[in-house]
């Protein structure tokens, strides 16, 4: 069923269910949608992500920490940790732009996602079969106990379906490769290499030591959203000053702040220098302080 892509349109069919981010009376906007997926497809979904985990393993080591074996989230989290440390204690500038992209997984163009796969050297007969799997699929949305739709789905990796992560870090991987690549990044004391960003799934973090870096970095986030089909959104990103930044200056329309999230999750604290780390349901907030605790 998988090989010869005879996939039923019944067993591509989802059912999207809108779950709440946050408690109260949240808006539209503020519910995250997840595609309750036929077993069958979920099955398929799940082989296609093992084969999947060898090109993942290959390109996405040094800055993806999402599901990537050996990189946990107590890894990412002790990077952003010890960067702030480090540019506090030497009193260097340093800026920390936490990235927010409006409806992440559902903006996905899935002919950007299959050109990827192609440039990752992957044959031609796997990606037919994945792009079978989302050729013709529909969803029904479900509120209060009604169905309607279904829906053609033309973009989106569905939240809930097992291959989406990893498509997703595939995905994101040229824009975090690019800003290695053009960004110089923060180098803590005698390591070889330089830390220009990071992420965890699409929670991405770029580690910007001048202005200049500015210019560069909106060029290749522009370029990435003409191409993949993401969007910024400004209001929820965050940059944080550390060290000697002292220029207020916006790249990306991005505001400044004294607490951001940074990465999830958790829940007990880690002091730091000038910075309390105090992992949170759904991320990291980073707070400066007025006295050193640690």
Known sequence: ????GKITSRQKHGVLICLPKLRGNPT????????????????LARMAARRLHPIMDDHLTHKQYCGIPGNTILDAVATVRDSIAY????????????LDFKNAFDRVLHGYLFKILHGYGIGAPFINCIQHMYEGAT?????NGHQ???????????????????????????????LEQKLPGLRMGN?????????????????????????????VFHLFERSSGARLNPRKSKAIAVGRWCTRKTVLGIDYHTHATILPPGDNPIAVNKYIISYQHFGVPLRKQSMTVG
């Not at 539209?28 to 099955?43: E, G, H, V």
């Not at 030497?90 to 936490?98: A, E, G, T, V």
């Not at 969803?139 to 509120?143: A, M």
């Open 139 to 143: 969803s029904s949305i479900q509120i």
């Open 148 to 178: 309607y739709g279904p829906i053609p789905i033309r973009c989106a990796v569905c939240q809930g379906c097992p291959m989406s992560m990893a498509l997703y870090t595939l995905g994101l991987h040229p824009l975090l490769k690019v």
């Open 1 to 4: 069923m998988f090989w010869d």
């Open 191 to 219: 390591q070889a290499h330089h830390t220009s960003v990071i992420a965890y799934a699409d929670n991405v973090t770029i580690f910007v030591t001048s202005i200049a870096d500015f210019p560069i970095t909106e060029e």
């Open 28 to 43: 539209p906007a503020d519910y995250r949608p997840i595609t309750l997926l036929n077993s069958d497809y979920k099955i």
């Open 87 to 98: 540019a506090e204690s030497i009193n260097i500038p340093l800026c920390l732009i936490s």
